[in-house]
Each structure stands twice: as C-alpha cells, then as structure tokens.
T-cell receptor
Framework: DSGVTQTPKHLITATGQRVTLRCSPR?????VYWYQQSLDQGLQFLIQYYNGEERAKGNILERFSAQQFPDLHSELNLSSLELGDSALYFC?????????????FGSGTQLSVL | GEDVEQSLFLSVREGDSSVINCTYTDSSSTYLYWYKQEPGAGLQLLTY?????DMKQDQRLTVLLNKKDKHLSLRIADTQTGDSAIYFCAVKSGGSYIPTFGRGTSLIVHP
C-alpha cells in the first residue's frame, strides 16, 4: 500500500457528462501529480500541485481542471467527456519537489466513457 | 522535451536474468527511476539512480547508467514469476519537477 488513496476505483459515465476524481496524498506529502494512462498514449503527465498551488502543467485538456485543497487532498474534474477520455487516471504524491521526485502512486481510477 | 524509449515486451524463463533497457534524450537528466506496475495496481518505485552514478545494486536489482549513450538498464537476477509486471523507466531533467515516463516494458516470466 503506497499510502495514496484514490476514489472511486471505477467510474462509468456517458459522453458529455462531468466527473470528479479524488486523491488523498500520503501523510506529509505536499505535492500531488495527476497522470493519465491509456494504451495508445502511455503514461501522460497532466498537472502538478504543491501545497495548494499549481506547480507544473502537462498535456491537460482545457475541459479538465484540478485543484488541491488546504488539507492537501486533490480533485481532478473532467467535463464534456468524450469517448477518448476513457483511461486510467493516476494520482501520485511526493514529499519535496526538487529533491528527487520519488513518486508514490495510488491504484488509479478507471474511467469508462460510453 | 525529454523523450524516453523502452521496448514493449520481454519474455524470460524463470531463474534467468532479465535485462530491461531504456534510452533517453536529455543529457541534463539528474534522476533516473524504475517503477513496477502489477495488474490492477498503481506504479511502485523500485529503485532510482543519480546521474553521477554508473551503477546501483539493491538485492536482485542492478541498475546501470551509461550517460554517454543516454542508456539506462535494469537487471533482475533470478527472475521469478512474481516479477511479471510492466516496468517503467522515468527520467527527470535538471530544469523540471516532472519525471518523464517511458511507455513501459511488459516482462513475462514463464516456467
């Protein structure tokens, strides 16, 4: 168990809908990362937060947004969902960016858009 | 940006050594990692190496780094069926907080 908790584990929804994925980092970790894993794209970095502030942005679509709350949990919001958004979404956390970024991953949320 | 390449599949016999290879493009890479993903699970950090090191050994795992060729390898000695998983190489450049991941190598261990 990595200590990173993601909910829900599975999500099935329809095109055009909006969903929220939730992540609780390991105790003491200030940084949260969101990744999307799909067969054709591999593991794609979406966005990183550090202590409530956005730190880095990757290949995140405009329909997607995220935030990190004062208690350090994070949410990834996906809207106007398309079939191609079906993927496994991972959250990861680390203690201190700039010191090696050893990431601890949650078990992921499997999103299926029908 | 950084580009990280791995072969997609590797098949070995139980008890043999496995060698998973990775190449990267950014010569300013500082940290290089190997992660393991078992079915239905997230990625788990196996080991990592600093760019000023050539080799790191941790029990059955040996990481070799050739900075000149920008080549990283993970050797698993005495491979067991429980080692069957997807192995990801990841590289962090000096100017970035974000490790770039390869697409992963599926290691299949057969009796």
């Amino acid at each position: 168990d990595s200590g990173v908790t993601q909910t829900p584990k599975h999500l099935i929804t329809a095109t055009g809908q909006r969903v929220t994925l939730r992540c609780s980092p390991r105790s003491g970790d200030l940084s949260v990362y969101w990744y999307q894993q799909s067969l054709d794209q591999g593991l794609q970095f979406l966005i990183q937060y550090y202590n409530g502030e956005e730190r880095a942005k990757g290949n995140i679509l405009e329909r997607f947004s995220a935030q990190q709350f004062p208690d350090l949990h994070s949410e990834l919001n996906l809207s106007s969902l398309e079939l191609g958004d079906s993927a496994l979404y991972f959250c990861a956390s680390s203690v201190d960016p700039g010191q090696g970024e050893k990431l601890f991953f949650g078990s992921g949320t499997q999103l299926s858009v029908l | 940006g950084e580009d990280v390449e791995q072969s997609l599949f590797l098949s070995v016999r139980e008890g043999d050594s496995s060698v998973i290879n990775c190449t990267y493009t950014d010569s300013s890479s500082t940290y290089l990692y190997w992660y393991k993903q078992e079915p239905g699970a997230g990625l788990q950090l196996l080991t990592y190496i600093f760019s000023n090191m050539d080799m790191k050994q941790d029990q059955r795992l040996t990481v070799l780094l050739n900075k000149k060729d920008k080549h990283l390898s993970l050797r698993i000695a005495d491979t067991q069926t429980g080692d069957s998983a997807i192995y990801f190489c990841a590289v962090k450049s000096g100017g970035s907080y974000i490790p770039t991941f390869g697409r992963g190598t599926s290691l299949i261990v057969h009796p």
